[in-house]
Structures are given as C-alpha cells and as structure tokens.
C-alpha cells in the first residue's frame, strides 16, 4: 500500500513545501539546482507585486475620500473644469464601484506577494542548508524584508538553537509590538471596507441604478473576505510519499490529522 499521510495546512505553506520538494527532486535526478537568476526573476516579481500593492493602496484611499466628498455633497474642482465632484453624473456610483474593485484586489496583491515570499526563502533555505546560513538573511539580503518581524520571534533562527535568550519581559514587549502593528492594519483595512459599504447603504439612491451598485460593492467586498482568509484558512491536503521527495512539515503548520 503506497504511505500517504493527511496534513492540514494554508496556500502559502504548500507553496513552500512544493518548492522545496522541486529542489530535493532536482538534487536526486541529478539536475542543475535552479541558479541565481531564477531566484532573481522571482525577487524580481516579488518587488514588482509589492509596488503594485502600494500604488493600489494610496489610490483605493483617494478614492474612498472622493465617494465621502461626493456623498457629503462637497464641492471639490476637478482641475481644468468648472464643476465639482458632485456635479458629475454618477461620479459617487463610479468612485464606489472603484473602490469596491479596488478593495477586491488588494487582498490578491497580498497573497501573491506571500506565496513568491514562500518560494523564495524555501529556495533559499535548500541552497544554504549546505552552509547552515540563516535563510532570512539571505533572503534579506535580496529583497526588501520585514527584519524587525523574524527578530521579535522567539525562535529568531528556525531549525537551529539559538545563542540568545529573551526575557519574558522581552517576548511580551515583542508580543505586544507585532500584535499592535498587525491590529493597526486590520482595523485600518475594516475601516475602508466599512466606509464603503456605510456610504453606499447612505449615499445611493433607492432605485435601480443604486441598487446595483450597492450590491455589486457587497459581492465585491465579499470576494476580497475570501481572498484575505486564503492567507489563514488550513485544507486538508493528502500526502503521497511515493510521488513526494521525503518532506519535513513546518514547525507552525505541523497539525497532521490521520
């Protein structure tokens, strides 16, 4: 009977763990071990999401400030004309529409960007493991990486002891720095989510032509839920040791469910 074992774990984990199966595999047929350029292309893509994220950013906030203005009846000049915002017909479904769109894709932004992060510094981890170099700087030194992040862990090298030892005033001070950053962007995301919809529900007509944009911003919105939970949200996957190089699971999505 062919060894398969269940293990529960998210998109960005399976993407680490395909990677690395790809390198063990390679190493085992004997192939060229992907080279620098290809770990380039991806740091390459990796920074051309990010960019893309925060152009996506600052546009979906000018644009939920533009539906508040038009909603309150502002009076903003669009440049090169005479006429306010609120004078343009269907200028507050327009911008909600935008909005929506643009809440929509930001959580894909963010996904993509966490799955090329996993490859990478899987990658990474099967070509220094020769050298016991810690992979994050290695990856660190390629890209642009939240170092402040691995430095707050308790475990700062993972897979090997460390040589310091935090207090526990210290791990509570770093529990509490990276729980109040990661607090300030999700609510900061709630917000725009709920200013959308709050000026929507307020703003639009009751007719048909408000109707539809209010909820078109709600199936929108509700994509854009189902990708952030992509990034969280554990599945089932079966695992077939005779089609898989031999893996070690990750210490932070170990839960194996027979």
């Given amino acids: 009977m062919p060894e398969k074992e269940y293990l529960k774990m998210t998109i960005n984990v399976l993407a680490r763990m395909t990677a690395a199966d790809e390198i063990r595999r390679q190493k085992r047929l004997g192939l060229d071990v992907i080279n620098e350029k290809v770990i380039e292309g991806l740091i390459e893509q990796r920074q051309h999401l990010e960019n893309q994220q925060t152009q996506t950013l600052k546009i979906l906030v000018l644009l939920v400030f533009l539906s508040f203005v038009a909603w309150q009846g502002g ?17 507050l ?6 909005s929506a769109l643009t809440l929509m894709w930001l959580p894909y932004l963010f996904l993509s960007i966490q799955i090329y992060e996993g490859v990478i510094q899987s990658i990474v981890k099967q070509l220094s493991a020769q050298n016991l170099i810690d992979e994050d700087i290695v990856v660190a030194s390629r890209m ?3 170092l402040f992040l691995k430095y707050a862990r308790e475990s700062v090298i993972i897979g090997r002891k460390n040589g310091f030892t935090i207090s526990p005033h210290g791990k509570a001070y770093n529990t509490i720095l990276v729980g109040l950053l990661l607090l300030a962007f999700s609510l900061f995301f709630v917000f725009l989510f709920v200013s959308v919809l709050v000026i929507a529900h307020l703003g639009l007509d009751d007719e048909f032509l408000g109707w539809s ?3 078109l911003c709600w199936f929108v919105i509700c994509v854009g839920v189902i990708a952030i939970s992509a990034n969280f949200v554990n599945s089932r996957y ?10 070690e ?10």
Avoid: C, R, W
Avoid at 75 to 91: D, L, M
Avoid at 238 to 247: A, G, K, P, R, T
């Fill in 75 to 91: 009076n903003i000049k669009i440049p090169g004309t005479g006429a306010s915002i609120a004078e343009v017909p269907g200028f």
């Fill in 93 to 98: 479904e327009i911008s909600l529409v935008l």
């Fill in 144 to 146: 642009p990486v939240q």
């Fill in 213 to 215: 944009v209010y909820l």
């Fill in 238 to 247: 079966e695992m077939d040791f005779n089609h898989l190089e031999i893996i």
């Fill in 249 to 258: 699971p990750p210490a932070d999505q170990s839960g194996v469910a027979g």
